[in-house]
Nanobody, 126 residues
Framework: VQLQASGGGLVQAGDSLRLSCAGS????????MGWFRQVPGKEREFVAA????????YYADSVKGRFTISRDNAKNMAYLQMNSLKPEDTAVYFC????????????????????WGQGTQVTVSS
């Protein structure tokens, strides 16, 4: 199983970015997908997740109303649209695949995901 995250970059506060996650090696349409982020010295934190069928997007309070998670199962892709970016959104962003097939309620914990992409850096300047 491989995940490839892309789309990060350096932007100014208030700008938007769209992250993409390309998956291979698993029938991703059967698994929830999640996005997490991490800054040096801190634990990886949950950002957003979406069910295997695209239902029930779930967000961390810190990004609710600004970020939107989506997926295209036909392309084995997941996305994170990030609007109104803030300097505190600066982090390395990781996509991940749920370890449980067709989980009924998306999970916001790291240990619920068993495969991770390599991360893409997002830097938001003030």
């Amino acid at each position: 199983v491989q995940l490839q995250a892309s789309g990060g970059g350096l932007v100014q506060a208030g700008d938007s970015l769209r992250l993409s996650c390309a998956g291979s090696g698993r029938t991703f349409s059967n698994y929830a997908m999640g996005w997490f982020r991490q800054v040096p010295g801190k634990e990886r934190e949950f950002v957003a997740a979406i069910k295997w069928n695209g239902d029930s997007p779930y967000y961390a309070d810190s990004v609710k109303g600004r970020f939107t998670i989506s997926r295209d199962n036909a392309k084995n892709m997941a996305y994170l649209q990030m609007n109104s970016l803030k300097p505190e959104d600066t982090a390395v962003y990781f996509c991940a695949v749920d370890r449980k097939i067709r989980r009924t309620v998306v999970a916001g914990t790291r240990w619920s995901y068993d495969y991770w992409g390599q991360g893409t850096q997002v830097t938001v300047s003030s």
